[in-house]
């Protein structure tokens, strides 16, 4: 190639890569990636506030008020920008409320550093060792299991205290680690309470399940959620059989008709499907174009049927499948959560809209990480000196007990004074779509309506 | 274990699925094997099709079928010009060829990137009234939607054969294509053909991205991806510069993919496309319907 050619080709790629950058971040973030840009630090609650109608409060904050730095590390570009974007927006207003002292509790104000994965474990790893340069006292991350393992490990050789919110693999809380600590439920977890759920709901439906399948995208999410619904399946359905298991490689799938055609000759009695939306709604259409439903589709793990876009894409098809949740704005209503609502208006008056299992979900682990800071400040630890700080917040992380109630959103409380740090606490409802809403409908006991099982036949909706 | 109606289900759909691919390959056969440029953003078309479908559609509310027509024609003009920017003033240097392929990767991040800010890495779909209505014949049910892709794409196939057999403009691309010194010679317009080529190209991607999108709900900035490696698989398959090709070579990678994931599993499924289409290019590196290339 000549000079010329090389210089033009050279530019196309520059420009690309610069548009590229500001693609990283639509919405309210401005997305970090280079070295100059987190060394500005990003002071998120202003560009939160800004957006508000409210005038900002931090600004009148007293200026006494120690301000503490914590490292965000989230896939705001590349496969899973979406959810890294949505668990951003949590965090940015549960850092807001703090920094506007609607916790009388915390008494600091945190500072947000944001780092983006780009959904790549090597990316995670290198911006988290420049977090730890940075000067930050813990990290909250990292949405993708595959993601959030690698980094964790490395927050825990450089004693760097680590919030896990919403990844759900086991083997993150399972390596004795003792810089790491996860608020949300693990994968076995959500299986075991997938299967709880329902066990319960065939039971007060007076049907037997015989048998049923699993169907899980190939990657860390859905392989370890379908190894917990093997390990629990038999206590749940001891007279069920698995009569089909396989998984498919969500990014590359172009057709689910085999695996529709396949269930449809074995007739499973429910279907648990692990799924991020595209296939999900893939597989709701292939059974309808094959004609075949189970008594039970249940989206297992919380994936792709949790999300409203699951229900806006399939319109009346997407009725009666059930989906585990994390959050419903449902749970407002009830007497013991009603009080957090003001959590989700101000949520709507940001971004137009309630709230979502990953926004909430991310906002309790921020909560959480600010009730051990404060606990760190008040026994006399220095921020200051970064590295005892750092581990003066590990210790106080691990005394951290709030009871159900107290816990801001959700229906559980945090407990991670356990060994391995997994909060035991931490439960998934289950929701079924019922004309076109998430209505929740386990534990029964809480649900406002009742589940519809089995599900009618395509033909007879 | 799947009775015998299912495998014939199975290989209706797959079949389905491989006139599809062929249908994404058309494009990207016509530059790569007629104008022997690379285009890597041939993905990044069939996206910006796939998109101009779901807005079309869900702002206007216009059938899919007149998006079709209006992504052609818009992703023609986009291809013209790509064409003008990125590929006319490297194509004859020398190296040309190489150059394209770093030159439409950086139109690829542009439009990968743009999808990104305009429209949200989130995937989406539209509700329409073709995927949802069924044919079925002998028990074999295939959605109306995936039945027109797999019609047009074979009347586009043999549109575009046609077109460069008979008409004046498509012999010129195929003189271009085999003699660019012989057809200058001869007083055709290179650059005009090339970027007409490149152009028509172009706008069958953004066609074959409408079609797509009326049944595979995954809209998204990255969509092209997988289609793109089908697409690629499909035009070596079929051996460079064969139109006809490309439908039999997307068939028969559709139905490899279908019952290779019926034999072994779903994480299978690509790996044994790759198989194949290795054992291909070792048997027949020309491709199953391509022409040895002969040393002049």
């Known amino acids: 190639m000549d000079t ?40 998120v609650t202003k560009t939160v506030a800004s957006t508000t109608s409210q005038p900002a409060q931090t600004t009148t904050a007293p200026a006494k008020k120690v301000e503490v730095k914590v490292g965000i590390l989230l896939p705001l570009s590349g496969g899973s920008a979406f959810s890294g974007q949505e668990d951003l927006r949590g965090i940015q207003l549960a850092a807001l409320h703090i920094n506007q002292s609607k916790y009388p509790n915390i008494k600091f104000t945190m500072k947000l550093v944001i780092a983006d994965t780009q959904t790549k474990q090597d990316v995670a790893v290198t911006e988290l060792r420049r977090l730890a340069q940075e000067g930050v006292v813990a990290i909250i991350g990292a949405y993708n299991s595959a993601v959030t393992y690698p980094s964790a490990a490395e927050a825990e050789r450089i004693g760097l205290p680590y919030v896990v919110p919403e990844s759900v693999s086991d083997k993150i809380t399972a390596q004795g680690w003792k810089y790491v600590f996860r608020t949300c439920a693990n994968a076995s977890k959500y299986a075991y309470d997938t299967l709880w759920a329902m066990a319960d709901i ?41 009569v089909h298991e396989e998984s498919y490689p969500a990014e590359e799938v172009t057709s689910m008709d085999d695996m529709v055609a396949k269930l449809k000759a074995e007739n499973p009695d429910i279907v648990f499907h692990v799924a991020y939306l595209k296939d999900a709604v893939l597989f709701v259409q292939t059974m309808k174009k094959l004609n075949w439903y189970p008594k039970a589709y249940v989206g297992a793990g919380a994936g792709g049927q949790t999300r409203v876009e699951f229900i806006q894409q399939l319109g009346a098809d997407a009725n009666y499948v059930y989906t585990q949740t994390e959050w419903q704005p449902d749970f407002l209503n009830s007497k013991a959560l009603g009080k957090w609502a003001w959590i989700n208006d101000d949520f709507k008056k940001l971004y137009g809209r309630d709230m979502v299992g990953s926004s909430a979900l991310n906002y309790v682990g921020t909560y959480v990480l600010a009730v051990a800071i404060q606990k760190a400040l008040d026994s006399g630890a220095n921020p200051n000196d970064i590295k005892a700080f750092r581990k003066a917040v590990r210790d106080a992380l691990e005394t951290i007990k709030i009871p159900a109630g107290e816990l801001p959103l959700m229906p559980w409380g945090v407990d991670l004074t356990v060994p391995n740090h997994q909060n035991p606490e931490a439960a998934v409802a289950m929701a079924q779509i019922l004309e076109g809403k998430f209505r929740v409908v386990w534990p029964i006991e809480f649900a406002p309506v009742k589940a519809v099982f089995p599900a009618p036949s395509w033909g007879k909706r | 274990m799947i009775e015998l109606s299912a495998y014939t289900q199975l290989l209706v759909s797959y079949a389905i699925l491989g006139g599809v691919y062929g249908l994404t390959a058309l494009g990207l056969s016509l530059i790569w094997g007629v104008m022997k440029a690379v285009n890597w953003a041939h993905g990044d078309f069939l996206m910006v099709g796939m998109y101009t479908a779901f807005w079309t559609v869900t702002l206007f509310g216009i059938d899919p079928y007149i998006a079709a027509i209006v992504a052609f024609i818009l992703l023609g003009l986009i291809g013209m010009a790509t064409h003008i920017i990125a590929i006319e003033p490297v194509v004859e240097k020398p190296g040309g060829h190489e150059a394209t392929l770093l030159t439409t990767l950086g139109i690829s991040v542009i439009l990968e990137s743009l999808a990104l800010i305009l429209w949200s890495p989130s995937p989406r779909s539209y509700q329409n009234v073709y995927k949802d209505t069924f044919l079925e014949v002998l028990g074999i049910r295939t959605s109306v939607a995936e039945a027109i892709a797999f019609v047009v794409s074979i009347a586009s196939i043999v549109a575009v054969d046609q077109f460069l057999k008979r008409v004046r403009i498509g012999k010129a691309i195929r003189a271009v294509s085999q003699n660019p010194v012989g057809a200058r010679v001869v007083g055709i317009d290179v650059p005009k053909i090339r970027l007409m080529t490149f152009g028509l190209g172009v706008g069958l991607a953004g066609m074959a991205g409408v079609l797509v999108s009326t049944f595979y709900p995954n809209i998204r900035p990255l969509a092209g991806y997988v289609w793109d490696i089908a697409s690629y698989v499909v035009v070596i398959f079929a051996g460079l510069g064969t139109i006809y090709g490309v439908i039999f070579a997307g068939i028969i990678i559709g139905v490899t993919e279908g019952f290779g994931t019926i034999v072994f599993s779903n994480a299978f499924r690509q790996i044994l496309v790759y198989v194949v289409f290795l054992a291909v290019l070792l048997l027949r590196p020309q491709g199953l319907f391509g022409k040895a290339l002969r040393r002049v």
Do not use: C, H, R
């Open chain 1, 202 to 242: 065939a039971k007060a439906n007076g049907v037997e399940v015989k048998s049923v399948a699993l169907i899980y995208e190939n990657s860390d999410f859905g392989v370890t959620t379908t190894e917990g619904l093997k390990k629990y399946l038999s206590k749940f359905f001891p007279n069920a059989k698995i």
């Open chain 1, 4 to 43: 010329k050619t090389w210089i033009l080709a050279i530019v196309l790629l520059i420009v690309g890569l610069l548009v590229g950058y500001f693609a990283a971040g639509p919405g309210q973030v401005k997305t970090v990636t280079t070295t100059k840009m987190v060394e500005k630090t990003v002071t």
